[in-house]
């Protein structure tokens, strides 16, 4: 390939509506192009790169028996409706009608249509286990589409789906799927991916992991262990505190407190530690608008998604109206409408004597002792992980918080979608079961958009040589000078006809304007012809990562070249756990 017939334009102004360095790196260096909120198309640079992303995918998945298919992008809404998704799921999922005004779907996820596949197919017992993966497009109508390609509304996504006659044949496959997902990380050239325990979400399942590139301007929440091998999404970190109880209960008094409506506020005026102080957050079933209070110490932060799963259905922050049955700013346990529904968090477990709303305007009780005023109580985990907690694995306060980009996810999803679907198989005696499943997905582009988030410096990517859209770029400096010209046109078909992906730079321009776009195209070997190197009857060879750097004889530099790729190969190769 050459660079002056390379389609996709490279650019030095960073783009004004792009808040990461991958999104401005990505459209400077002509990878893709904007074409609506959350879509975008993609250059050729871009998609050489996902090819070669979907390559390593399609090999792992192939060495753990996986079968490719292509399922729709628009289906019947009818299959939504067996699920009962086509109900459940929110605005993400799009619905429309065709011109016999037939109900259908876009793609966002492929559960209903892998069941739809092959329940014929899976009939007997003997026909399991199977998978079933696929490449294809979906759609989903994020309500915040942001980063370029690390949140999108149209997207490629590897979507694999595996069927069992049984949960413990399902865990053993899910294990095998969970090491090969580790090995299509490695070869790609981000082995730093960790695997975290995650929460289902509307895909359902028990069991569920996430799989995340650690970089600070990730969007999800990493709680990890440093003292153990403990990793949990934000979502699904279990919070662990104990609070001291000393049996030194006080008198339950009502106390005016004035135009105190957070908790900052009451404990600065009462002159008492926010630790002893329970927070009041509100939210509204989504269904009928009923009141949901969750109950926290008040230096915790309420964890919606363990709240959702805990109520079984989707909330939203509330509105509290005159007419509402609560107080807003004065909402406490003790005394509270029986028309709500609240819970109280394991953070107000042990705590002597609490400061909390006292359901009247004005007013917050002091001395509150849960146990004591409010009988029998329940704790559940509702509560955000906090930096130095302590771990639910090895009980240590060693808890520490960091961000990631989800690069994949995998479910244990049980019969859900195929009790729903009613698919089902005789087993050896011939009574009819239905199938255990699991699912496991990649991101293509979001996975791109991750590596070169995590892999770059200020003047662009830093492509791993196994995604790289080219691992070989040559620079002719003076296309004019007839020996430099010559020297670069030989190497350049040498090399590709030794099998080498390279691009060639054929232009006439400045040196300086050339280097800057390769640098955005990022081809690991850098290869630098000009009149100077020449009179030394030399090439420059570079590597985009700055780790070499050297001045090679002519006749050399075809050697030089392919055994550094190799080189470069192996390195990565090295960081692949083997197969088991």
Request: glycine share 6%; aromatic share 8%.
């Amino acid at each position: 390939m050459k660079v002056s017939k390379l389609v996709g334009q490279r650019f030095k102004e960073k783009p004004a509506d792009c808040v990461i360095d991958s999104h401005a790196l990505m459209i400077r260096g002509g990878y893709m192009k904007y074409v609506g909120n959350g879509i975008y198309s993609e250059f050729p640079t871009l998609k050489r790169i996902t090819a070669k992303i979907e390559a390593i995918i399609r090999k792992e998945m192939n060495m753990i028996d996986g079968q490719e298919v292509l399922f729709p992008v628009v289906m019947p809404a009818e299959l939504w409706e067996e699920s009962g998704r086509y109900e459940s799921v929110g605005n993400e999922l799009v619905r429309l009608r065709d011109r016999n005004d037939a109900k259908l779907v876009l793609g966002m996820t492929h559960e209903e249509a892998a069941v739809q596949l092959v329940r014929e197919y899976g009939q007997s017992y003997n026909k399991y286990p199977f998978m079933i993966y696929q490449f294809q497009r979906k759609f989903r109508d994020e309500a915040r589409p942001r980063a370029g390609m690390i949140r999108v509304r149209e997207f490629t996504m590897k979507d694999a789906y595996s069927f069992h006659t049984s949960q413990e044949d399902l865990e053993k496959y899910y294990d095998v799927c969970y090491q090969a997902y580790h090995r299509i990380f490695q070869k790609a050239g981000i082995p730093e991916v960790i695997s975290v325990a995650s929460d289902s979400g509307m895909m359902g399942g028990s069991v569920s992991h996430e799989y995340m590139l650690l970089t600070p301007v990730g969007e999800d929440s990493i709680v990890i262990c440093n003292e153990c091998d403990y990793r949990a999404n934000m979502e699904a970190a279990e919070n662990i505190v104990k609070n001291e109880s000393k049996g030194e209960l006080e008198e339950l008094q009502c106390i005016e407190t004035p135009n105190c409506k957070t908790i900052d506020d009451v404990c600065c005026f009462l002159h008492s530690d926010v630790k002893k102080s329970c927070k009041a957050v509100v939210y509204q079933k989504n269904a009928d608008d009923s009141f949901v209070v969750a109950f926290v110490r008040g230096d915790y932060e309420v964890n919606e998604t363990k709240l959702r799963n805990l109520v079984g259905e989707d909330i939203h922050p509330a509105e509290i109206t005159e007419d509402a049955p609560l107080v807003a700013g004065y909402i406490g346990p003790y005394n509270i409408s029986d028309k709500v529904t609240f819970y109280c968090d394991t953070t107000l477990k042990g705590l002597d004597a609490i400061v909390a709303g006292a359901n009247k305007e004005g007013y917050h009780y002091t001395g509150l002792n849960l146990e004591r005023d409010l009988g029998n109580v329940e704790y559940v985990d509702i509560a955000k992980v906090k930096e130095g907690s302590v771990c639910p694995c090895c009980g240590k306060p060693a808890i520490t918080i960091k961000r990631g980009i989800e690069v994949g996810n995998i479910f244990q999803l049980g019969t859900k979608y195929t009790k729903a679907m009613n698919m089902q198989y005789s087993d050896e005696n011939g009574e009819l079961k239905y199938p255990v499943m699991g699912c496991y997905g990649i991101g293509v582009g979001r996975m791109a958009a991750s590596i070169c988030e995590a892999h770059h410096d200020e003047y662009g990517p830093i492509w791993p040589i196994s995604i790289a859209p080219w691992e070989v770029e040559i620079c002719c400096l003076r296309v004019d000078d007839e020996e430099t010209k010559t020297t670069a046109d030989k190497l350049y078909k040498d090399l590709q006809n030794a099998g080498v992906e390279v691009i060639y730079d054929d232009r006439d321009i400045r040196p300086g304007a050339m280097f800057s776009e390769a640098d955005l195209i990022a081809a690991p070997i850098r290869v630098v012809v000009s009149p100077r190197n020449l009179k030394e009857s030399a090439v420059e060879i570079v590597t985009r990562d700055k780790r070499v750097k050297e001045m090679i004889p002519v006749n050399e530099a075809f050697d030089f070249v392919t055994n550094l790729k190799e080189k470069l190969f192996a390195e990565i190769e090295s960081k692949v756990e083997p197969y088991k």
